[in-house]
């Protein structure tokens, strides 16, 4: 759980400096406006009204901290309810993904406080890591979409959140190597770096994202239309994430320098990349799929014998002489005898009849002709059916 260790150095951090309060010229604490006595520095930002987006980045943080709990408890408590196995597949990559975007709400909070040399290493170390969880829930999702698409079954749950992890870690490596080649190996503080080496670090999250992207165009050209939509809203997602990444690599590394803000706007903007990818990630991915996930199978339905758009396989499967009962298909075949019997009696003796003498004709050919029955047109309405597509001809003689 990629919080816990955010919360643990926070907490560490705040009962370490609990004692320590900045006092200005005249010995009296400096408390800026909105804060109260047991806020001091370096956390005055989660309080200070004067600067107003550590508030607000604080605020909507929270919320969706609140709003990734709620909704993994959600999928826990209602995860007996899932009963077909397609739909228990996701679930694994989804608690995974709440984590990741539970673990960027709080990394947050890192960017807040005024950094120091722990506070440095635990956002670089975090940083790549949260990224790469998320990225790799949205890849497993999309492969996991491919396959129900395709072959209409889907790798376990377990496979999946397997997989995501092996591909998160390939970040956690890489972001180890970083530090112990700057700080252990070079002598550097952990919080000097360059804000290109900060991007150079974070390639293989980028990788792992247009792979995500990737993954979900193939989805959407699967053969069954009911995983359809779920695959569009990951491809929205990521497409978002795409956007989102883009608008702050650029910022982080042109805009401030081009603004003349530099490094005074570098922890804002890193702060509200975290928590706007992290609501990105809840509306656009985790609540979709876990709706997908909770709602119920739809209810068999009656085939509609003259719907010529239903599967002609359906269709095969059924016979229309199941629908009619046996004493009503036994009246119909003796009238149908009764009417032949005298039509063949006025044409022999010389009857009533319009000039038509010709031959009669065989029994093959007026089997294959559509003679509807009295129940069916009275399931038609009254109105005179057309033959299904299925018909292959009543045999009467």
């Known amino acids: 759980m990629a919080f816990l260790p955010i919360l643990l150095v926070l907490l560490l951090s705040v009962a370490r400096r609990a004692s320590c309060q900045d006092y200005d010229e005249e010995g009296t604490s400096s408390v800026p406006r909105g804060c109260g006595w047991g806020l001091v520095r370096p956390y005055t930002l989660l309080c200070d009204l004067d600067s107003i987006w550590g508030v607000a980045v604080e605020s909507v943080a929270a919320g969706g901290a609140l709003a990734s709990v ?12 899932v009963s077909e196995a397609e739909k228990r597949s996701g679930v694994g990559p989804i608690l995974l993904l709440l984590l990741g975007i539970l673990g960027l709400f709080g990394l947050s909070f890192a960017y807040l406080i005024e950094q120091d040399e722990q506070l440095c290493l635990l956002r670089r ?3 790549g890591l949260l990224f ?69 670090a974070c390639s293989y999250v980028l990788a792992l994202l247009l792979a995500a992207l990737a993954a979900a165009g193939l989805a959407l050209c699967g053969k069954t239309r009911q995983w359809r939509c ?50 990105l990630l809840l509306l656009f991915h985790a609540v979709p799929e876990a709706h997908c996930c909770l ?44 009417f032949d019997d005298n ?4 044409r022999s003796g010389g009857g009533h009849h319009n000039g038509n003498t010709g031959p009669r004709p065989s029994a093959p050919f007026r089997s294959n002709v559509y003679q509807p029955t009295e129940m069916t047109m009275i399931l038609n309405g009254g ?15």
């Open 125 to 127: 170390a975090l940083w």
């Open 230 to 279: 779920n695959a569009i809203w990951l491809l929205v997602a990521c497409l978002l994430s795409l956007l989102l990444w883009v608008a702050w690599v650029g910022f982080y590394l042109y805009g401030n320098a081009w603004l003349g803000r530099s490094p005074d706007w570098d922890e804002p903007a890193l702060a509200i990349a975290l928590v706007a990818q992290g609501w």
């Open 343 to 346: 039509t063949a009696g006025l």
């Open 383 to 397: 109105a005179v059916p057309s033959a299904p597509p299925t018909y292959t001809g009543r045999q009467l003689w």
């Open 132 to 200: 790469a969880v998320c990225f790799s829930c949205l890849l497993v999702q999309g492969v996991r979409l491919r396959r129900l698409g395709r072959e209409r079954r889907s790798p376990g749950g377990c496979a999946l959140t397997g997989l995501a992890l092996g591909l998160s870690a390939v970040q956690g490596i890489i972001a180890a190597e970083w530090l112990l080649l700057t700080v252990l190996r070079e002598g550097r503080a952990a919080c000097q770096y360059l804000p290109l080496d900060f991007s150079l």
């Open 70 to 81: 709620l909704l993994g408890l959600v999928l826990l408590c209602r995860l007996r309810h």
């Open 295 to 338: 709602r119920p199978p739809p209810q068999p339905t009656a085939p509609d014998y003259f719907d010529t758009s239903q599967n002609s396989s359906r269709m095969r499967e059924t016979s229309f002489d199941e629908d009619i009962p046996l004493s009503h298909r036994q009246f119909v075949e003796n009238q149908g005898y009764n």
